[in-house]
Each structure stands twice: as C-alpha cells, then as structure tokens.
C-alpha cells in the first residue's frame, strides 16, 4: 500500500517528526510513503503537479498534513484492500453525520474526504484529463488556487466509481493544534464525525512534550 501525503513547508516538522514515523511504527512500508511538499506554489498547483507524477495504476492513500491517523489506520487500510474504488477515511462533523457512512448509491454523496482518501490512479489520471478539457468552466476556483476538493468532487459526479464513505473516521483534523487551517481561516473546526482513538491524541501530546 501506497502513501501520498500533501504537505506545505509550514507544517513539514510535524510530517517528517511525528506524521511519518507513526504510520511506520503502524506497519506502512516506509519506502511506499511519499511527501509531496508545496513550495510556495499554492494548493491547487502541489495537489496537480502530485498527481501527474503518479503512476498510471494501482490504489494511493492520500493524507494532508494536518492529520492525527488513527492506531487502526494500517489495519483498516488492509482490510479495505480488495474494494475496488474510492475510500473516503474522513468525513467532517461540520457536514456530516452517522447515517452518512457506508457505501455510496449516489455519486454526490461522497465526502470531501481529502484529509484521507484513496483514490485509484486510474482515476486521477481520467480527473487531470477531464479537468483539462473543462477548465474555462472552473475559471474562477482554477484562479483562486484552491479548491481541489471541489473540483474532484464535480469530476466524480460524473463518474460511475465504488465509493465507500468508511466508519470510524481514520484520521482526525488537527490544524487547530498545528496552528489553525491555512487555506480557510475562518472556518470552524471541521473535526471528525467519530474518531475512535484517544490514544493517537496522547501519543501526539508525547511528541510535542519531547519537542
């Protein structure tokens, strides 16, 4: 299994220091995590030029760097290794609720799930070509250098693609720990529906104590 992890410069410390060495300490392959660090190009520029550089094939776990995973993270991944599409391992409690989980009948169900989805490369490679051939429709989200959740959300929309929105959550929203959110200020805390490790909180608290 295959690890993506979306990072600005900003929050690199605390992916490189804690992020990473959890999901090895979980039972990742180290060799299969990739950090994707945006140099001041903007969120939209980092998530694009990341995935053109993906392969053509095979499934990608995809986590921002604001995340805390869950102790089952590995494990649940594993288990959904045979689902042949899209997994959504966050869904914010801003938006959604218990009934939300489970498998999706209708595209537009799918949770903005970017903290952690997985996504299949065949997918993101058919979303860059749609996304080339439609961007004068998204002119203005293009322009504002966000909005890649969004966007893909549009693209799947047309799409006939497994979804699975996954229950617990394997990853809670920690940007208000990490300094607040970079991209929407003024936005609530869009922490998870249900998180079930208090654990990974204490292990996290542990790792800023030693800083």
């Known amino acids: ?8 410069e900003q929050r690199e410390e605390y992916v490189r220091g804690f992020l990473i060495p959890e999901l090895i300490r979980q039972g990742w392959d180290k060799d299969k995590i990739v950090l994707w660090v945006d140099h001041g190009r903007g969120n939209l520029q980092a998530y694009l030029g990341s995935y053109a550089a993906l392969p053509d094939t095979g499934d990608w776990w995809h986590l921002e760097d604001d995340v805390l995973p869950d102790g089952r993270f590995f494990k649940y991944a594993q288990g959904l290794s045979h689902f042949p599409g899209i ?13 939300d989980f489970g498998y999706v009948q209708d595209p537009s169900e799918i949770f903005y799930s970017f903290p952690c989805i997985r996504i299949p490369c065949e997918v993101i490679k058919s979303f860059l070509r749609w996304l080339d051939q439609v961007k004068s429709r998204f002119k203005r989200t293009i322009n504002s250098g966000a909005g890649i959740d969004y966007l893909f959300r549009e693209y799947i929309k047309t799409q006939d693609v497994p979804i699975f929105n996954f229950k617990p959550c394997l990853v809670e929203h920690i940007d208000d720990i990490l300094g607040g959110s970079l991209v929407n200020p003024d936005r609530g805390q869009a922490k998870a529906v249900i998180f079930e490790d208090p654990g990974a909180l204490a292990r996290l608290q542990g790792w800023k104590g030693g800083q």
């Open 87 to 99: 997994v959504c391992g966050f869904g914010a409690g801003l938006y959604y609720g218990l009934r």
């Open 1 to 8: 299994m295959n690890i993506l992890i979306h990072a600005c």
